[in-house]
């Protein structure tokens, strides 16, 4: 890719030779010219177009619920910030026992917050889609904070998108997963994978969990999404062995990668420190 002082010598250059050819070569010539300019504006777009679908992945591990709502906030209010080069970014980590309730608190009132933090877990009100689920150890939480204009602006197109990007994931394994009228992932009657989103003009917040070994007596205490008369399942039940996040993971991000038509790099140690930094003094102020 040329800068704007090569281009112009190499014009001029041009030019220059263009004087001394017949007319016939002259047509030849400039068309020739025309093609390796264009190319070279194609090349510049593809570049451009390429790094904005660059998705940065930030592996926490395990992290409190409460935290990793303020990290959302945090990395999508990134986006407005231009120095940011690489605003895309997808947190994967895992809760400790929590439930969470999304928009839609149907059924559930102060008694039922009470009870069911009596079980030893957390219990949270977001502002993500959907009703109440469980979120804990052995599941895999994955938050995209994404600039869907970068992709396809569009909520529902970007629901299809997850869902597709776990059945492919669920194939990895050798498991027919699919959807259903009901948002999620599920094989058979039971839910695998959990979605609740959350977009403020294309930017998204909250995101997926995935059953890997997640201890499912926890969704006894619920009715999962509240869906009544249907089940939850994980990839180690569906299975009959084991199956780590760790083991998933890598799975996952090359079939995000792969849906979403993207490249995904992990994020630079040095942004997660400013990023930590930053929470931490916000969280010293309040």
């Not at 679908?53 to 709502?69: E, F, H, N, P, S």
Request: charged share 20%.
């Amino acid at each position: 890719m040329f800068s704007f002082c090569c281009r112009t010598w190499v014009i001029l250059a041009c030019l220059l030779y263009a004087t001394r050819l017949t007319r016939s070569k002259k047509v030849k010539f400039v068309s020739v010219l025309t093609k390796f300019f264009y190319c070279q504006s194609q090349s510049s777009c593809d570049m451009a177009s390429n790094f904005e679908k660059l998705v940065k992945t930030w592996k926490l591990g395990k992290i409190d619920y409460a935290r990793a709502l303020r990290l959302q906030e945090h990395v999508s209010s990134l986006h407005n910030d231009s120095k940011n080069h690489v605003k895309n970014t997808l947190l994967c980590l895992e809760h400790y026992p929590v439930y969470t309730i999304g928009l839609r608190t149907k059924q559930y009132d102060l008694n039922e917050e009470v009870k069911l933090r009596n079980t030893g877990a957390d219990f949270h009100k977001t502002n993500r889609g959907g009703l109440i689920t469980f979120h804990g150890p052995g599941q895999l939480v994955v938050y995209p904070i994404l600039n869907l204009k970068h992709f396809t602006p569009s909520m529902r197109w970007y629901v299809c998108q997850i869902e597709k990007t776990i059945i492919r994931l669920c194939e990895k394994f050798g498991l027919k997963a699919e959807t259903s009228p009901d948002t999620g992932v599920w094989i058979g009657n039971n839910k695998i994978c959990a979605i609740g989103i959350h977009g403020s003009r294309f930017i998204t917040t909250h995101g997926l969990a995935l059953n890997c070994n997640t201890d499912l007596t926890w969704f006894d205490n619920i009715v999962p999404c509240g869906l009544i008369g249907k089940g939850v399942t994980s990839l180690s039940n569906e299975l009959k062995q084991n199956v780590s996040i760790e083991e998933v993971l890598p799975k996952f991000i090359e079939s995000f990668c792969e849906t979403f038509e993207c490249d995904c790099t992990e994020i630079d140690r040095a942004e997660v420190d400013r990023i930590n930094q930053s929470l931490d003094v916000q969280t010293d102020s309040d």
